[in-house]
């Protein structure tokens, strides 16, 4: 069993959804069939893959569906985190009822964890939460500190829910970044740093100037990526 991330898919097959990624050009000309592709080529159905946030630009339920029918299709246990975009995201209850066959799973204030056989990190517990702009971000205000620490406060809670689950490997998930363009600490480093995270992965960044502003490699013991779709050029990335 591997573990596989990326997020930012934006995807849109709707019928009544109508917003093309390839007039953003370079690498989301055609993005959705050059995931499919890497996606058969890299996983299989004993894999897990994280999909750490904006997934569907539908903005019901029902508009997300063909999006959400889309990933159920593809192989291995597919594990989804809210992004900013994803205003479909309502009653985590009415979503984890869509799928019943155990190959997707929508994640929220929890954790999931995996038995990974033989030799290597035993229980792996993957939990996280969607973030949000961190202080010290140009325009921060007090509504968004708010924002922020709910966030963080939901992220506690799925941390702690990994430890109370004896996990031995703790892989953290964000939507966000985990610190601002300074890369400064945050409550969502020192989260990170607390539980004995190993991984955390991230998206939301998009274009190469965005990409040099996300905190990569490691960082008070724990290792950072960026895994939105374009940086990673639609090919998932394996990070256990």
């Known amino acids: 069993m591997k573990i596989f991330a990326i997020g930012d898919l934006h995807l849109s097959f709707g019928e009544t959804v109508e917003k093309p990624m390839d007039i953003f050009g370079g690498q989301w000309i055609g993005h959705t069939e050059k995931l499919y592709k890497s996606w058969h080529e890299k996983i299989s159905d004993e894999d897990i893959v994280i999909i750490c946030g904006d997934i569907s630009w539908g903005l019901k339920l029902e508009e997300a569906k063909a999006d959400l ?11 989804l985190f809210r992004g900013n975009h994803d205003l479909w995201w309502k009653s985590i209850g009415k979503l984890n ?10 994640v929220q204030n929890r954790c999931v964890v995996a038995e990974v056989p033989g030799q290597g990190p035993g ?8 973030g949000w702009i961190c202080p010290g971000t140009e325009g921060f205000t007090q509504h968004d500190r708010k924002i ?7 992220l506690r809670m ?26 400064q600490r945050s409550d969502f480093t020192d989260l ?10 991230y998206g939301h960044l998009h274009g190469r100037e965005a990409f040099k502003n996300g905190l ?14 374009d940086y990673l050029d639609g090919i998932p990335q394996e990070i256990l």
């Open 69 to 79: 029918d889309w990933i159920h299709g593809l192989p291995g246990r597919k594990l």
């Open 97 to 106: 009822e869509l799928y019943d066959d155990g190959t997707m799973e929508f």
């Open 123 to 130: 229980r792996v517990a993957v939990c996280g939460t969607r």
């Open 148 to 154: 922020y620490q709910r966030e963080a406060a939901r």
């Open 158 to 183: 799925s941390l702690e829910d990994a430890r109370k689950a004896g996990a031995e490997t703790i892989i953290g998930v964000l939507h966000f970044p985990p610190t601002n363009d300074k890369q």
């Open 192 to 201: 990170m740093t607390e539980y004995g995270v190993k991984t955390c992965v």
């Open 216 to 229: 990569k490699g490691l960082y008070n013991g724990v290792e950072y990526k960026l895994v939105s779709l």
